[in-house]
């Protein structure tokens, strides 16, 4: 066994303990210290950080007119939208149902579209042919813009609006 100097039997009646347990007590207490520090920077770093959710955009390009023949319904399910051309024009639909926000499907052999969720049926304008829907599917808006189609579904419009080309 390891015998006591002077010093440190000096050390030890004056209750200042051993060199090497004060230098263990001053580190762990650095430690501690440094920990809260970089803890404490991460929370500052965290709260200042800005939190952005990156959505994708609601105004997108859907192609050039002549890409949609007339009398037709392009499903973009993707991007949750109908492009409907008539004889008239162009209109957009979105494809969310209004009744628990499933995604509608264009039935193109009963000319409908339809909720796979809990059978909602809508005309192609839009319109609700059968509930639980509560509402017609929303019209959204469209432009075009060098030569592009361009759908925009954060702008509901009236249910009778149509884009003449
Ligand atoms: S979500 Fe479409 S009918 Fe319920």
């Not at 209004?98 to 579209?113: A, K, S, V």
């Amino acid at each position: 066994m390891k015998e006591r100097t002077e010093k440190e039997n000096q050390m030890e009646k004056d209750g200042k303990g051993s060199p090497d347990r004060r230098r263990f007590l001053w580190l762990s207490g650095l430690g501690a210290f440094g920990a809260t520090g970089v803890g404490g920077a991460a929370v500052v770093a965290d709260f200042i950080y800005p939190k952005v959710l990156f959505e994708p955009p609601t105004a997108f390009a859907v192609g050039k007119p002549d890409n949609f023949p007339v009398n037709s319904v392009t499903a973009d399910y993707a991007r949750k939208v109908y492009v409907v051309r008539t004889e008239v024009g162009f209109f957009a639909l979105s494809a969310v149902c209004t009744h628990l926000g499933c995604i509608t499907r264009w039935e193109e052999d009963q000319e409908i579209i339809a909720c796979p969720c809990h059978g909602s049926k809508f005309n192609r304008d839009g319109g609700l042919l059968q509930g639980p829907a509560p509402r017609p599917l929303r019209r959204i808006a469209i432009r075009l813009e060098d030569g592009e189609l361009i759908v925009d579904t954060a702008v509901e419009v009236e249910k009778d609006a149509v884009l003449r080309v």
